[in-house]
């Protein structure tokens, strides 16, 4: 068995380039929200076209994320998380420059793949640059952190870049934060090294082919709904694809991903609820933004700074998990956060075009913000959680996998069921009307989170606590200095 990593020589550095770069990523998940208006305007594209420009992006992130973790193995993790990097940022400066619409939806796939290579080689960075323990824990806490707040916060930048300046903004801030990035990581960041043996090219492809087959029919029911050819027959070869990717890795020798990940209950569940919790919140924002601009008659700029409350309690919370996490057990701030947030979002679907936004939105958004920055650390923690070092890429890849595709089922869910509301009266209140049923669709997923970890992570986590109990406690008198 290796010995757990030494701190590395600059750890601060190091955190700070994982940080920021992890951040720039999930930053575009959300940014193009508050401006797909003037996105729309400028590129004269129709609504299919537009969303996919958000779509290209999810597909390709979602599908090649398994992919992008192994080639971090085998190839060594600073070299692939810089080569992402180049790649993303290539691609932000290529859709700033957009002079139509297929150009920008191509510019955001090429992204896509970026964020496929960066996402898991960060989190296995981080992992491999901290020791098991406290350092660790706050690291992955911040990290965790640092998922919540950027698709909040891109929201806010989004709408204040649309309005100020350009669509076009949100985009070419990447360059100049890629290029610093790309420079400062060879620096500060040691490379992990390589892990010897093959590519698992069967499990490559039949993952990505799945996953990307699988999202793909999930999107498509936006447009043609969930009885179309089309989307019957993605999402069918998506599931075989996957089924046969299973049979794959149960028996191959280097797998591309271990099902030995799998037989922790606490990672189990930390991947299932992750998948949950992100199905329930893309629908929130996609479906927020719409009611504070088209009913509550925001603009880009206000319906941005309407997401402020939620942006800076998630922020303050997020802030204090590395002590909470000291102090009792991951699995209780990961049960409050996710009861906080179904707590909010309930309330939130009952919004209705005579809604105020400090009680009819505000206040919700402070209980899903709290939520948030109390559940995204440990959700992210648990998913990476005793897998050894040599699984470490594929461990991060699937934490953020399940978070994509969980993100891009949520979506089409909470489309189909807003599809569903009768068209009467004025546009407003037809609109009002789907976000109310959109939200309490979410207030279901966010249930059925909350059971996962009740069922999955908590019992296992008390378990592993007990267990650990003794060690911790010799000497007494040493342990108590340490409380």
């Known amino acids: 068995m290796k010995p757990a990593p030494a701190t590395a020589p600059h750890p601060a550095a190091i955190l700070a380039i994982i940080l920021v770069s992890y951040f720039m990523i999930l930053l575009d998940n959300s940014v193009i929200f508050t401006a797909l208006p003037s996105l729309q305007a400028d590129l004269r594209l129709t609504t299919s076209e537009l969303s996919w420009v958000q779509d290209a992006y999810t597909l390709v992130f979602g599908g090649l994320l398994l992919l992008g973790a192994r080639a971090g193995d085998l190839l060594g993790r600073r070299r692939v998380f810089v080569f ?102 060879p620096r500060f960041i ?32 936006t447009d043609a709904g969930w009885t179309s050819p089309v989307t019957i027959t993605a999402v069918s070869a998506g599931v075989v694809l996957l089924v046969v990717f299973v049979l794959i890795e149960r028996r191959a020798a280097q797998p591309i991903m271990p099902l030995r990940l799998f037989a922790s209950r606490r990672r189990t569940g930390a991947y299932l609820a992750r998948f949950l919790y992100l199905g329930a919140m893309i629908g929130f924002f996609f479906f927020t933004t719409q009611f504070l601009q088209e009913v509550l008659g925001f603009d880009p700029l206000q319906a941005g700074i309407g997401f402020l409350p939620m942006t800076a309690v998630n922020f303050a919370v997020a802030m204090s998990i590395p002590r909470l996490v000291g102090r009792m057990p991951g699995s209780v701030p990961l049960l409050t956060g996710i009861l906080l947030t179904l707590t909010g979002m309930f309330w939130l679907s009952r919004a209705g075009v005579d809604s105020a936004y400090l009680t009819g939105v505000a206040l919700p958004m402070i209980l899903i913000g709290a939520g948030q920055g109390l559940a995204f650390a440990p959700l992210t923690s648990f998913g990476i959680t005793g897998a050894p070092a040599s699984d470490a890429g594929a461990a991060s890849g699937l934490v953020n996998t399940f978070h994509q595709v969980g993100t891009c089922l949520g979506l089409g869910i909470a489309v189909a069921a807003a599809a569903t509301v009768p068209t009467t009266g004025s546009a407003v209140a037809h609109l009002a009307a789907q976000v109310s049923v959109a939200l309490t669709t ?42």
């Open 84 to 185: 992402g990097l180049v790649v993303f940022s290539i691609a932000s400066l290529l859709i700033g420059v957009a002079p139509a619409g297929w150009w920008a939806i191509a510019g955001r796939a090429v992204q896509g793949i970026g964020a496929a290579i960066v996402a898991p080689a960060s989190l296995s960075l981080l992992t491999a640059s901290f020791p098991e323990g406290r350092e660790r824990t706050r690291a992955v806490a911040l990290y965790g952190a640092t998922a919540g707040i950027g698709a909040s916060l891109g929201l806010v930048i989004g709408g204040a870049l649309a309005h100020w300046i350009s669509w076009r903004a949100g985009f070419f801030v990447n360059v100049p934060i890629g290029a610093a990035m790309i420079a400062l990581a």
């Open 190 to 221: 040691p490379e992990t090294g390589r892990a010897r043996g093959r590519f698992d090219v069967l499990g490559a492809l039949s993952a990505t082919l799945g996953v990307g087959a699988l999202v793909f029919g999930i999107i498509n029911t």
């Open 442 to 483: 979410g207030s279901v997923l966010l249930f059925l989170a909350l059971a996962v970890t009740a069922t999955l992570i908590l019992p296992a986590d008390l378990a592993a606590r007990r267990t650990r109990a003794p060690r911790i406690a010799v000497p007494v008198p040493e342990a108590e200095r340490v409380r």
